[in-house]
């Protein structure tokens, strides 16, 4: 049953529609993130979202979560399961809620409401006899993302935690939030989604990486109550007290022009910069285009940091503040890959950064390099993506921290002048002066399914993606920034 909903951003004014879709089966509990989505029924049944359908997996949990971190799950006596081999591994360890949406950790609450965290050495170690990390406070429900942990307490309070890392994932210090929740998710872009006791659904609005706590909540007008919610990769996921599952997708964007004129913008991890026909540098900070000292024909931001690249192909990177002129010859370049950096030469070569020339302090660099030829080269949590010089699409098996080179080429069908990949996976491109979605994208499935055109009113040359909002400039260089989340 397609349910056509007006999803009201209150505080906005205009509704922004979506289509909200009743899947089949009933649910208890459901989580998505990294492209993946699990659930639970009453009867603690498992179920993995394939193929449009649900399948029924091994064995009984009555809270499964996926995310960055895998695949995670409690059952009923609180024994805490991990996903490995196709098969569920029992782990050291009593909880009652899980959450692997942070930077490879783990986090959750026990049922009497103490907080604990796994880092990143003990999500990646093959041992079930993990070692947990106490975190001060009491909570009901404790998520995290990749610009910090949210929970709430058993009187419904709403708490941040600030400071958390894939090595100190306890964090330094709570701040309370304005509101009232049962429940909250943290999406793999940072989106923070959260239900009351009202079975209202609200969305936390604002939040960037320099404000990672947002500005306001914005209920969500979706028609029927729910108990559950989960978002990632632009899809809201929702549970009614019934067990009926709704699945949410974006059918207009709500677009505003900004101030200013640009030739391309980049937005990644929070952040976005853009550069101008005068190669004169930007960076969005509230709410406005804050130029910096510099010049440079493209810019990128993502995991990677703040790099760029000048009209003489001379590559640079952004370190305290200043331009650092690096090693490397690149017209175009990329941050958004898992702390990698990907880019395309004035010859269409293609060359990448492993993660640790990234983070290395060093401007003499070693670029890998990848057979073929791309005009554009972009890449996130999934794969890499590119466009050559007769627009054909393609797609990079294979890359990994290590090794960004990748394994092997498919081509996509379609054409495109430029693609850009998200934090989340997602993928987005212009061809003809029309907005591209690539739909159908997840870890098992990383190059999706189709081609999904945007109905945008204007005509667009350049466009990026980050934490529910779709940069776009236009021909003429008009700058949109269009929120393509619910």
Request: with cysteine.
């Amino acid at each position: 049953m397609l349910h056509t909903l007006a999803l009201f951003l209150l505080c906005a004014g205009p509704a922004a529609a979506i289509q909200c879709t009743e899947m089949p089966g009933e649910l208890k509990q459901v989580d998505a993130g990294s492209g993946e989505v699990y659930g639970v029924n009453k009867n603690d049944n498992i179920y993995h979202w394939e193929s449009n359908k649900w399948k029924q997996l091994s064995g009984k949990l009555s809270h499964v979560t996926v995310g960055p971190a895998g695949v995670w799950g409690v059952n009923s006596g609180t024994n805490v399961y991990k996903w490995q081999d196709n098969k569920w591994v029992h782990m050291s360890g009593a909880l009652k809620q899980v959450d692997a949406g942070g930077d490879k950790i783990v986090s959750g609450v026990n049922v009497h409401d103490s907080v604990y965290c796994l880092n990143k050495e003990q999500i990646l170690s093959q041992s079930s006899d993990v070692t947990y990390t106490d975190i001060e406070g009491s909570l009901k429900y404790y998520t995290c993302g990749p610009l910090g942990c949210w929970g709430v307490s058993s009187d419904n309070k709403i708490y941040y935690r600030y400071d958390v890392t894939p090595t100190a994932c306890q964090g330094s210090r709570w701040r309370e939030i304005w509101g009232s929740l049962v429940m909250v998710e943290v999406g793999t872009d940072g989106s923070v989604v959260g239900v009351n006791s009202a079975g209202k659904a609200y969305i936390r609005a604002g939040i960037t990486a320099e404000n990672p706590i947002g500005t306001s909540w914005t209920k969500l007008a979706i028609g029927f109550s729910a108990s559950h919610v989960t978002y990632d990769a632009g899809d809201l996921w929702l549970i009614t007290p019934k067990g009926v599952i709704y699945r949410c997708e974006i059918n207009d964007n709500q677009c505003t022009v900004t101030p200013g004129n640009l030739k391309q913008v980049d937005a990644g991890a929070g952040e976005v910069y853009g550069v101008n026909d005068n190669d004169a540098i930007y960076h969005w900070v509230n709410n406005g285009w804050k130029q910096l000292s510099g010049k440079l024909s493209h810019v990128t931001v993502g995991p990677a940091g703040v790099w760029g690249v000048t009209s003489e192909n001379h590559v640079y990177k952004r370190q305290d503040n200043n331009w650092v002129l690096m090693s490397g010859s690149l017209k175009q370049v990329d941050a958004g890959g898992d702390k990698i950096l990907s880019g395309a030469t004035g010859e269409d070569l293609i060359s990448c950064l492993n993660k640790d020339q990234t983070r290395s302090t060093a401007v003499d660099l070693n670029y890998n390099s990848i057979e073929g030829s791309l005009k554009y080269y972009s890449c996130g949590p999934f794969g890499c993506w590119g466009v050559n010089k007769d627009n054909k699409i393609f797609y990079r098996y294979g890359v990994t921290p290590t090794a960004c080179q990748g394994s092997r080429w498919q081509q996509i069908p379609g054409g495109l002048v430029m693609v850009e990949v998200g934090a989340d996976g997602s993928v987005y491109g212009v061809a003809e002066g029309s907005v591209y979605k690539r739909d159908g994208i997840c870890a098992n499935n990383p190059i999706g399914t189709s081609w999904i055109k945007l109905g945008l009113s204007f005509t667009a040359k350049h466009v990026s993606y980050d934490a529910g909002e779709l940069w776009v400039v236009t021909n003429t260089g008009d700058v949109y920034k269009c929120e393509v989340k619910v």
